[in-house]
């Protein structure tokens, strides 16, 4: 992720999604003729304020004991009408649906027959919704691209809704890379629900402003699921009720080495999110990702299991509450590989609360109630020393933090300023007032075998960073940042259970350390905990 390689030491690529301009993408359209705690609205009320407080969200929420959205392949959840809504327009399998949109007027029903429906014969042949469309399909209705027509759904118009259908085989293998398939342009207030979005290249589904994604499949599409990104930035959104499965089958990060551009879901710049009640498994990468500069993020009640790498990773972000999730055998592909740098169920980097940075959870990051079972490891906290602002080292290219924008930039952080006040204090992103608390840690090393082990980095919890080495006129060199997150930045653990042969970094990249010594002065973490079995491997 963005730790340094332990092999080449280099810090891995990061940039944002990119997004073809929508009027490129119709006239090449035009010339083939061929998107237990906040529903959506409260949710993005609640961001609306820079003080909002976590109280907002302080129910119980339980750790689900078996996944909460079964929906790949259960018909009963995903299908349609039998009979076209009154007043819908039926769209037969020997109908062009684009030519079918453009001859009727914007907020026009259309209910797809039962059968395999096609766009037209070119790369960029697509549908181009007009304002607040709906589409809709009956039983066995399937929108395929056949690996020609590059996008399903495109354009700038709001308030679209795609409903009960299946939307599979857009792109050849390896295209469209950070590219969606279904609201390729990212629009606003669209309702994507009951769909089935598989074996797409690129991401199933862009989600933009005020999207709603709920009780979808996205399975084995060939880079994310879902990408959750627009250059106008993205706000009160919600992914709810989804099965997203088996994602990244192109395998960008082996394409694009250390890309950071995979997952089964993907955020960047998101104000606002509710992520509540998905099942998110066997992604052949991360399971969820926050990258470059989230914020209100409720991740709750949701089953993540056996993804390839990192559970959840939250990075460059603030304002978030992790609560009520279980998380079982993630990072079991990642983590043998990664011997240096243990790969967790849970990763927060150079991310916590800042109440100057608007949504809930602004005071304590909070990750509770949470279950963890079998997982290569739990959670780590982790800060890059060398990544800030304006450092060479900022792999969010081009990306300042938020706590105080209108001075503090990626330009305005250079070694003429960073060493006063507010560039100082303002150009790094903290981990920070993290608070782990109320979980359950359980390691069985026999079920997951004889790859885990303490020399491996499996079975471990972790506060740390690395010693602060570059560039050259960086104020956070040496221990500056180890001491910072170990000591001074409000990160908590403790009132955890822990079952299983549990260990931890803490203080530096490498400096592994038993129960008693995560305890006893001068970290004093988990005092308050309690481990049914102790002992190192």
């Excluded at 999604?17 to 993408?25: C, E, R, Y």
């Excluded at 960029?124 to 690996?147: F, M, R, T």
Aim: glycine share 12%.
């Amino acid at each position: 992720m963005e730790q340094r390689d332990p092999s080449t030491g280099h810090a891995w690529y990061r940039r944002p999604p990119f997004l073809i301009a929508a009027t490129s993408v119709v006239v090449a359209a035009l010339v083939a003729v061929g998107i237990t705690v906040l529903d959506g609205d409260a949710g993005s009320k609640a961001q609306s304020s820079p003080s909002a407080s976590p109280a907002a969200t302080e129910t119980n929420v339980t750790a689900p004991t078996t996944p909460p959205a079964r929906v790949c392949g259960n018909a009963k959840a995903l299908a349609g009408p039998a009979k076209a809504p009154s007043g819908a327009v039926v769209v037969g399998t020997g109908q062009n649906l684009n030519d079918v949109t453009n001859a009727h007027p914007a907020g026009t029903t259309f209910w797809l027959s039962p059968g395999t429906h096609r766009v037209g014969t070119g790369p960029y042949a697509q549908v181009i919704p007009k304002e607040g469309n709906v589409y809709i399909g009956a039983p066995g209705a399937v929108l395929d691209g056949g690996k020609r027509n590059r996008y399903a759904f495109t354009g700038y118009a709001a308030g679209v809704t795609v409903k009960n259908l299946t939307i599979q085989n857009f792109g050849a293998p390896r295209t469209n890379n950070d590219e969606g398939v279904v609201n390729h342009d990212a629009a606003s207030r669209w309702t994507v629900e009951a769909n089935t979005i598989r074996l797409n290249a690129g991401a199933g589904l862009m989600v933009g402003d005020h999207n709603v994604v709920r009780g979808n499949c996205l399975q084995e599409n060939g880079q994310y699921g879902f990408n959750a990104y627009n250059p106008g930035k993205v706000k009160g959104i919600t992914i709810e009720k989804n099965e997203i499965a088996g994602n990244n089958t192109d395998d960008w990060e082996k394409l694009k080495k250390g890309c950071g551009c995979t997952g089964g879901g993907k955020f960047w710049e998101v104000t606002g999110a509710v992520v509540r009640g998905n099942w998110v498994h066997d992604n052949l990468s991360a399971g969820l990702w926050a990258d470059t500069n989230n914020t209100g993020f409720v991740i709750e009640g949701n089953y993540i299991s056996s993804n390839l790498a990192e559970g959840i990773v939250y990075e460059t972000s603030y304002n978030a509450g992790i609560r009520g999730n279980t998380f079982a055998r993630n990072g079991l592909g990642k983590g043998p590989q990664n011997q240096g740098f243990p790969t967790p169920a849970v990763y927060i980097s150079e991310s916590g609360s800042d109440s100057r940075v608007t949504g809930v959870y602004n005071k304590t990051f909070e990750i509770s109630g949470n279950v963890f079972t079998d997982n290569w490891a739990g959670v780590l906290l982790w800060e890059n020393a060398d990544r800030f602002a304006g450092s060479p080292a900022n792999t969010s290219t081009g990306s300042g933090t938020l706590v105080n924008p209108t001075v503090v930039t990626a330009k305005t952080c250079n070694s003429s300023t960073i060493h006063n006040q507010p560039y100082i204090g303002d150009c790094r992103w903290k981990t920070q007032n993290v608070r782990v608390h109320d979980n359950v840690f359980s390691l069985d090393p026999d079920k997951i075998g004889k790859t885990c082990a303490f020399r491996s980095g499996c079975g471990f919890n972790g506060l740390f960073s690395n010693w602060g080495t570059f560039p050259n006129w960086s104020p956070y060199q040496m221990a500056t940042v180890q001491d910072a997150i170990t000591y001074h930045q409000g990160n908590r653990f403790f009132n955890n259970t822990y079952a299983g042969p549990w260990n931890f970094v803490v203080h530096e990249q490498g400096s592994r350390v038993n129960w008693a010594s995560w305890q006893g002065a001068p970290y004093g973490q988990d005092q308050d905990s309690v481990i049914k079995v102790q002992g190192e491997r």
